[in-house]
């Protein structure tokens, strides 16, 4: 008989993989809807544009834009912490996350819209205080929506191979739906008017983020559901800075996310580039298109990989692949393209070929970026599974909280780095015209941002994911201890007994 279910309510895991799978297609759909609603949020926030519309549009200078993006940014990764513990400390009707996923959006949007309508007819001392305020803000309420939207993920599914698909579609979901208010700034020199009034494009964006970051979260909070089990008792801040001392697989991934900062300079310094070291801005547009493919196949293979592996699926393996790929294509893209970025004639834009190296590259590099980046989603769901196994407490909120305040120091670093080096190179900020010419110094310092600081970046992060030492195989057994705990916790519980007190597990490697 024909099977008369709904694509939506079908389950996005169908083949038997030794655990019992939960996530229907509507469920899926629904989180990665969220996470779009993130990518509109960060594309515009925290990623390369913001920079420029600090130092390019408002006209503050790099080293008060510098200061700004690493105390405010500080200010807003010590929140990440306070806002896990919030999250676990959370009992509703609608359960830990959910209530944040609700309201929290509103308030992002309110603060876009306040960061985004900076006026250069205020005087300088204006617009660095309304720069400093409505950053702070949307730090602030971005937080309260970003650890809950993480955490919720941890709780959808204790099943690994359904979080790496969950996680793969709501990576394309982000990846589709955060390129949408970044099109009028990519493309603004393509396009009339905003060619020439970049300010416009900036707030054309940011309305249209506003807008549907609360539509789409909706979507999050009405068809997703907590399934996870919770305890009454949670940690305090002090039991989760011990927590990261003594779950090694998360405190390695966290080394390497500091490490990745060195990485993420790139990111920050690739608007400049395309002004200043390819002399023309509309290939900003070709830059972050080549991005694309290794976005979506990411989201696509990852999954499919993990899926057809099985019991033979290692993500410390893939993570380390993914790092020596990133290594071996970031030194051929310094190597290949060099003499056509430094030794090109003052004021002139590249030459047609190192354009195109320059974009086949971009786009090259982002496929160990990315699958790398979904990879590592599932590994920290791992670690909250692992804190379980060992304590019997369920601290979605405090771990993600914790790999949130790492995630938030990337880029709070990596900007603040650019745009030090970019000032002790003495950049000029462009006006209308974009024909500024850069000193040598600073169109070496973005070759070098852009190419070798990835290669070496990479290079570090293969030392610390060596000691990560959670394997396939080691996780399905550990889950399959902990349903084994609690199923001996709710007898005991039905039969008028105490819970079983969790007694730990010895300190044996788990790989």
Request: hydrophobic content about 45%; glycine content about 6%; charged content about 20%.
């Amino acid at each position: 008989m024909k099977d008369k279910t709904s694509f939506l309510d079908k389950k996005i895991v169908t083949k038997d993989v030794g655990e019992e799978t939960y996530l229907s297609w509507r469920e899926a759909l629904s989180y990665a809807a969220g996470r779009g609603a993130q990518g509109m949020s960060t594309s515009m926030t925290a990623s390369k544009y913001v920079n420029f519309f600090i130092t390019d549009v408002l006209h503050i200078k790099t080293s008060h834009a510098a200061n700004i993006r690493l105390y405010c940014g500080m200010f807003d990764a010590v929140n990440d912490p306070v806002m896990g513990v919030l999250v676990d400390k959370t009992r509703t009707k609608y359960g830990k996350m959910r209530p944040y996923i609700k309201f929290a959006p509103y308030f992002v949007s309110l603060f876009m819209l306040l960061f985004f309508i900076g006026s250069n007819s205020l005087s300088y001392a204006l617009k660095l205080a309304l720069a400093i305020v409505a950053f702070v803000g949307l730090d602030v309420t971005y937080t309260a929506f970003d650890v809950p939207m993480g955490a919720l993920a941890f709780s959808m599914t204790p099943n690994g191979t359904e979080r790496t698909k969950l996680y793969g579609v709501a990576s394309i979901g982000r990846m589709i739906l955060g390129a949408i208010p970044t099109v009028l700034v990519a493309a603004a020199k393509w396009l009339p008017y905003f060619n020439t009034h970049l300010d416009h494009a900036y707030r054309t964006a940011a309305v249209v983020s506003a807008v549907f970051i609360i539509l789409l979260t909706r979507l999050t909070f009405r068809n997703t559901k907590e399934r996870m089990e919770h305890h009454e008792e949670t940690p305090s801040l002090k039991d989760c800075l011990y927590l990261l001392v003594t779950n090694v697989p998360l405190l390695m991934l966290v080394l390497c996310n500091f490490l990745f900062v060195i990485i993420k300079v790139s990111e920050q310094a690739s608007f400049y580039f395309a002004y200043d070291s390819l002399f023309n801005a509309k290939y900003n547009v070709f830059l972050d298109v080549a991005k694309f493919p290794g976005a979506f196949l990411a989201g696509l293979l990852v999954p499919v990989i993990v899926e057809k592996l099985g019991a033979k699926s290692d993500s410390r393996k893939f993570y380390q692949a993914c790092c020596v790929m990133g290594v071996v294509i970031n030194g051929l893209f310094a190597a290949s393209t060099y003499n056509g970025l430094i030794n090109k004639p003052a004021g002139q834009p590249v030459t047609l070929l190192t354009g195109i190296l320059v974009v086949a590259f971009t786009a090259l590099s982002t496929f160990p970026l990315e699958f790398k980046n979904l990879m590592q989603k599932e590994m920290e769901a791992e670690t909250v599974d692992y804190v379980e196994w060992k304590s019997g407490k369920r601290v979605e909120g405090t771990m993600l909280s914790i790999m949130s305040f790492t995630g938030k120091l990337e880029g709070t670093l990596s900007s603040f780095i650019c745009l030090r080096i970019l000032s002790a190179t003495n950049y000029v900020e462009h006006t209308v015209d974009e024909s500024t010419i850069q000193n040598p110094q600073t169109r070496l310092a973005l070759f070098l941002m852009t190419t070798v600081f990835p290669a070496v970046g990479y290079l570090l992060m293969l030392i610390p994911i060596h000691f990560y030492k959670i394997t396939g195989e080691s996780h399905r057994q550990m889950m399959k201890e902990i349903m084994a705990r609690r199923e001996h916790q709710a007898i005991a519980a039905e039969n008028g007994g105490l819970p079983l007190q969790s007694e730990g597990v010895s300190d044996k490697e788990e790989g």
